[in-house]
């Protein structure tokens, strides 16, 4: 079965070209022209990526974002105005694993979407269990227990778990965790891993206010600690 | 000719000028009153005096005269006279005079009164005898063909009435310097709110729009006041629309940009099916586009500075790390400096230091020649980058406009044009600017050809990881 892209636009001319081009990278697309036909296109049919634009007439970028987020853990790339807006840590908080502004080439698009692909099916066969206190890490499942109970994550959320996890006690920098989890280079929006540390926080952390696995090294980075 | 010069004056020094001038004749006309008065009081109760004196020793002097009295005999006569000081009194008899004192002697009597006293008039007169102020007074004595003069000094008047004079010439210096004093005084006062719409004026042209002036307590200001603020809200308006209109348009040129850069992007797929013809008309498009698409993202990231909606979005960045990772990106090759530097540690927006940087490089690229070397190093308690080329470097001249949007430089080349957006510069300047620091164009420090373009930064507050995301 191929990849399938739905892809959330409601530019015409935009959705046809973004198509067409990634259609060239061999991938099935599906269009949809708002929110609401991109929610229905979604429960009708699930796909491995979803493209979303966030200026969208009627339920907005970040609303369809928060919708397919609840039910899927599926890849989301936002396509936001400016960079240096809130909308990018909101498009984040509403659950996208990755932002593209506005004009982008598609040559970018199709570069992230590959990593996305790349961190949804790795399942990393014969990587051993990790314990951190009741933090229990399984990469070969892709499960994660908090004293016993499986915590979802999303297919981000995982890989970045388990970054941190296979450096234990090591600090891992923004630039790192930027090249290893998204494949960008040291030039990376930063933003990208503080949002979704935060979003880890929440789900793994006792009191996510005081961190007690995840812990910030000011000016450093990040690190894992049991 | 003094009208120009009074015009060229300031209107405070023209005020200042008035009320001194003012001052100036008033206390003039106070003097010279108080001098005329004084001296008319003085010298006529002088005159009154000194001839009833003068009256009384002639009549003495008439008691004591005979028919047949010689003129060497009047000694004791006079000396019997009551003299006050300053007075030489002078007795005629016929044709001989015999005066006390030589400073009165015959010579000294005016021959106007001495005809009037001849005519049997009595009379008075002030002369000055060698230098010295007297009152003559003739009194005749028919019966013995005789006549009696006195003369009485009135340098101690002279002395009071000079004395008078320094002290009232003095107040009226005092009182034209007070005047002066006080004009300059009201003058500012009155200019204060001229001050203060000045400063207004001044930071509008600084660019901070919103400056409004305080409604005033005095009515007569208030006119001003509405008007000032009235211009500057059109100002404000007006210039707003202005930046809103082109970043409204960068804004809007981006969806067709975005179908143009993926149109292209499924032509270039399928190049290889394309005749040459075909092919060669898709490079120049792919180029165009592509060119385009640079301009609109620099337009869109200057009109924020426009519209004002730029904010910094600060983060720790390690200097060192930061420019060896722009050089490893850079299309160019690029030698870097650092010296003994391990890491520098500023607070800085990485997306567009970054920018800076590439903008920099980009440039010394194009415009300049030989190795480009980009410098890192600190003062006290900022960061320097440095971007040096090996080219004609930039004429004095220009240094300053190169920073311009769509700047147009002439021998230096075609800097600040040609491939780029014509915006490259002035990006950098507004990015150091909004990091609060500054960024400027001189030769290289060893001398040798070439341009150094510095960007100095403040190191600023680290701030937490949390903060910044």
Redesign the interface.
Same mark, same amino acid.
């Given at each position: 079965m191929g990849t399938r892209i739905l892809t959330v636009e409601d530019?015409e001319?935009?959705r046809t070209?973004?198509r067409?081009?990634l259609e060239?990278e061999g991938w099935t697309v599906e269009e949809a022209a708002s929110g609401e036909d991109a929610l229905n296109a979604f429960t009708r049919e699930a796909a491995d990526v979803v493209l979303i634009d966030i200026m969208l007439p009627g339920i907005d970028g970040f609303d369809v974002c928060r919708s397919i987020r609840q039910a899927s853990d599926v890849p989301i790339v936002m396509v936001t105005?400016?960079?240096?807006?809130h909308d990018v !840590?909101a498009g984040l908080e509403a659950g996208a694993d990755d932002y593209l502004t506005?004009?982008?080439?598609?040559?970018e698009l199709s570069a992230r979407i590959r990593a996305l692909l790349r961190r949804a099916r790795s399942t990393e066969p014969g990587a051993p269990q990790m314990v951190f206190g009741d933090l229990e890490i399984i990469p070969e499942e892709g499960v994660v227990r908090l004293t016993g109970t499986e915590v979802h994550l999303t297919k981000t959320e995982f890989r970045l778990l388990v970054e941190l996890a296979t450096n234990p006690g090591r600090v891992l920098s923004r630039e790192v965790l930027l090249e290893r989890v998204w494949g960008y280079?040291?030039?990376g929006?930063?933003?990208l891993v503080? !949002?979704h540390i935060?979003r880890l926080r929440t789900k793994i952390e006792p009191d996510p206010a005081n961190p007690r696995y995840v812990i910030?090294?000011?000016?450093l980075g990040y690190k894992l600690q049991s | 000719m003094i009208r120009r010069l009074w015009g060229r004056l300031g209107l405070r020094a023209r005020i200042t000028g008035l009320y001194a001038l003012g001052g100036l004749l008033l206390s003039l006309a106070i003097a010279l009153s108080t001098l005329t008065l004084a001296r008319q009081n003085l010298i006529e109760d002088r005159e009154e005096r000194a001839f009833s004196v003068a009256v009384r020793n002639a009549q003495r002097v008439e008691n004591g005269l005979g028919a047949e009295t010689e003129i060497e005999d009047v000694g004791v006569l006079l000396d019997n006279l009551t003299i006050t000081e300053g007075s030489f009194p002078l007795l005629q008899v016929g044709d001989a005079t015999r005066a006390l004192d030589q400073a009165f002697d015959a010579d000294a009597v005016p021959s106007s009164l001495r005809g009037l006293v001849e005519a049997g008039d009595a009379g008075r007169m002030r002369v000055r005898v060698n230098g010295r102020p007297l009152i003559v007074t003739g009194i005749p004595i028919p019966d013995t063909a005789a006549a009696y003069y006195e003369a009485a000094a009135t340098d101690d008047v002279e002395d009071v009435l000079n004395t008078l004079g320094i002290i009232v010439l003095g107040v009226g210096a005092a009182a034209t310097l007070l005047s002066a004093a006080l004009g300059s005084w009201a003058s500012r006062r009155a200019l204060t709110p001229l001050g203060e719409v000045r400063l207004a004026a001044e930071s509008l042209a600084a660019g901070e729009l919103d400056t409004r002036l305080d409604p005033p307590a005095d009515a007569d200001l208030a006119s001003l006041t509405a008007s000032f603020n009235g211009m500057a809200r059109s100002l404000e308006d007006r210039i707003e629309r202005d930046a809103r209109f082109a970043s409204e348009v960068s804004?809007e040129l981006?969806?067709?940009?975005?179908?143009l850069?993926?149109?292209v992007?499924?032509l270039n797929?399928n190049r290889d099916s394309m005749s040459e013809r075909n092919q060669t008309a898709l490079d120049l498009l792919t180029g165009d586009v592509t060119r385009f698409?640079a301009l609109?993202?620099d337009l869109?990231e200057i009109s924020?500075y426009d519209v004002g909606?730029?904010?910094l979005?600060a983060?720790?960045i390690d200097l060192v790390?930061?420019v060896r990772?722009s050089v490893?990106?850079s299309p160019y090759k690029v030698v870097i400096n650092v010296g003994a530097l391990q890491h520098l540690?500023v607070a800085g927006d990485?997306?567009r230091l970054?920018q800076v940087v590439a903008n920099l490089v980009d440039n010394a690229a194009k415009y300049g020649a030989g190795e480009i070397r980009v410098v890192v190093g600190h003062e006290d308690e900022s960061a320097i980058i440095a971007v040096e080329d090996e080219g004609p470097g930039v004429p004095e001249a220009e240094r300053g406009v190169i920073f311009e949007r769509f700047s147009r430089g002439s021998a230096g080349g075609r800097r600040g044009h040609g491939t780029g957006s014509g915006l490259g510069l002035a990006l950098v300047a507004e990015h150091v600017g909004l990091h609060g620091g500054e960024v400027w164009v001189d030769d290289r420090l060893d001398g040798s050809e070439g341009a150094r373009f510095t960007v100095r930064i403040p190191i600023g507050d680290?701030p937490?990881?949390?903060e910044?995301?």
């Amino acid at each position: 079965m191929g990849t399938r892209i739905l892809t959330v636009e409601d530019d015409e001319r935009i959705r046809t070209s973004v198509r067409l081009a990634l259609e060239d990278e061999g991938w099935t697309v599906e269009e949809a022209a708002s929110g609401e036909d991109a929610l229905n296109a979604f429960t009708r049919e699930a796909a491995d990526v979803v493209l979303i634009d966030i200026m969208l007439p009627g339920i907005d970028g970040f609303d369809v974002c928060r919708s397919i987020r609840q039910a899927s853990d599926v890849p989301i790339v936002m396509v936001t105005a400016r960079a240096d807006t809130h909308d990018v !840590v909101a498009g984040l908080e509403a659950g996208a694993d990755d932002y593209l502004t506005k004009p982008f080439a598609p040559k970018e698009l199709s570069a992230r979407i590959r990593a996305l692909l790349r961190r949804a099916r790795s399942t990393e066969p014969g990587a051993p269990q990790m314990v951190f206190g009741d933090l229990e890490i399984i990469p070969e499942e892709g499960v994660v227990r908090l004293t016993g109970t499986e915590v979802h994550l999303t297919k981000t959320e995982f890989r970045l778990l388990v970054e941190l996890a296979t450096n234990p006690g090591r600090v891992l920098s923004r630039e790192v965790l930027l090249e290893r989890v998204w494949g960008y280079g040291y030039f990376g929006d930063g933003r990208l891993v503080d !949002v979704h540390i935060r979003r880890l926080r929440t789900k793994i952390e006792p009191d996510p206010a005081n961190p007690r696995y995840v812990i910030t090294i000011r000016g450093l980075g990040y690190k894992l600690q049991s | 000719m003094i009208r120009r010069l009074w015009g060229r004056l300031g209107l405070r020094a023209r005020i200042t000028g008035l009320y001194a001038l003012g001052g100036l004749l008033l206390s003039l006309a106070i003097a010279l009153s108080t001098l005329t008065l004084a001296r008319q009081n003085l010298i006529e109760d002088r005159e009154e005096r000194a001839f009833s004196v003068a009256v009384r020793n002639a009549q003495r002097v008439e008691n004591g005269l005979g028919a047949e009295t010689e003129i060497e005999d009047v000694g004791v006569l006079l000396d019997n006279l009551t003299i006050t000081e300053g007075s030489f009194p002078l007795l005629q008899v016929g044709d001989a005079t015999r005066a006390l004192d030589q400073a009165f002697d015959a010579d000294a009597v005016p021959s106007s009164l001495r005809g009037l006293v001849e005519a049997g008039d009595a009379g008075r007169m002030r002369v000055r005898v060698n230098g010295r102020p007297l009152i003559v007074t003739g009194i005749p004595i028919p019966d013995t063909a005789a006549a009696y003069y006195e003369a009485a000094a009135t340098d101690d008047v002279e002395d009071v009435l000079n004395t008078l004079g320094i002290i009232v010439l003095g107040v009226g210096a005092a009182a034209t310097l007070l005047s002066a004093a006080l004009g300059s005084w009201a003058s500012r006062r009155a200019l204060t709110p001229l001050g203060e719409v000045r400063l207004a004026a001044e930071s509008l042209a600084a660019g901070e729009l919103d400056t409004r002036l305080d409604p005033p307590a005095d009515a007569d200001l208030a006119s001003l006041t509405a008007s000032f603020n009235g211009m500057a809200r059109s100002l404000e308006d007006r210039i707003e629309r202005d930046a809103r209109f082109a970043s409204e348009v960068s804004h809007e040129l981006r969806s067709p940009l975005m179908t143009l850069n993926a149109s292209v992007e499924v032509l270039n797929n399928n190049r290889d099916s394309m005749s040459e013809r075909n092919q060669t008309a898709l490079d120049l498009l792919t180029g165009d586009v592509t060119r385009f698409t640079a301009l609109v993202e620099d337009l869109l990231e200057i009109s924020r500075y426009d519209v004002g909606t730029a904010s910094l979005r600060a983060e720790p960045i390690d200097l060192v790390e930061f420019v060896r990772q722009s050089v490893h990106h850079s299309p160019y090759k690029v030698v870097i400096n650092v010296g003994a530097l391990q890491h520098l540690l500023v607070a800085g927006d990485k997306r567009r230091l970054a920018q800076v940087v590439a903008n920099l490089v980009d440039n010394a690229a194009k415009y300049g020649a030989g190795e480009i070397r980009v410098v890192v190093g600190h003062e006290d308690e900022s960061a320097i980058i440095a971007v040096e080329d090996e080219g004609p470097g930039v004429p004095e001249a220009e240094r300053g406009v190169i920073f311009e949007r769509f700047s147009r430089g002439s021998a230096g080349g075609r800097r600040g044009h040609g491939t780029g957006s014509g915006l490259g510069l002035a990006l950098v300047a507004e990015h150091v600017g909004l990091h609060g620091g500054e960024v400027w164009v001189d030769d290289r420090l060893d001398g040798s050809e070439g341009a150094r373009f510095t960007v100095r930064i403040p190191i600023g507050d680290i701030p937490d990881d949390e903060e910044w995301a």
